[in-house]
Nanobody
Framework: QVQLVESGGGSVQAGGSLSLSCAAS????????MGWFRQAVQKEREFVGA????????DYADSVKGRFTISRDIAKSVVYLQMNSLKPEDTAVYYC????????????????WGQGTQVTVSS
């Protein structure tokens, strides 16, 4: 059993920054990926980025590449999503997720999910 809890969401003006955290607990895998997804009102859940363990390889959606950065603190079992130069279209509920294995952009390939945290970017 793996439990994920997101935090750090809030409201920010366009051009501002926010940092999200995802704390993981429970059993671990020999190799896994932690992903960030988001879902805006009236839209499907979409991939934002992911990071692997133990290699720390990363992958990002084109829409956030160069603005968002994923990192992790293994000792604390926390993965971060640093979001810079935020745009109104970034407004969504952000979720962290985990899967056994390599990087994957399909949300259906992830086995464990947090409850999400709201990010609102005003113009």
């Amino acid at each position: 059993q793996v439990q994920l809890v997101e935090s750090g969401g809030g409201s920010v003006q366009a051009g501002g920054s926010l940092s999200l955290s995802c704390a993981a607990s429970g059993r671990t895998f020999s190799g896994y990926a932690m992903g960030w997804f988001r879902q805006a009102v009236q839209k499907e859940r979409e991939f934002v980025g992911a990071i692997t363990h133990p290699s720390s390889a990363t992958d990002y959606a084109d829409s956030v590449k160069g603005r968002f950065t994923i990192s992790r603190d293994i000792a604390k079992s926390v993965v971060y999503l640093q979001m810079n130069s935020l745009k109104p279209e970034d407004t969504a509920v952000y979720y962290c997720a985990a899967r056994r294995g390599w990087l994957e952009q399909d949300p259906q390939e992830y086995d464990y999910w947090g409850q999400g945290t709201q990010v609102t970017v005003s113009s």
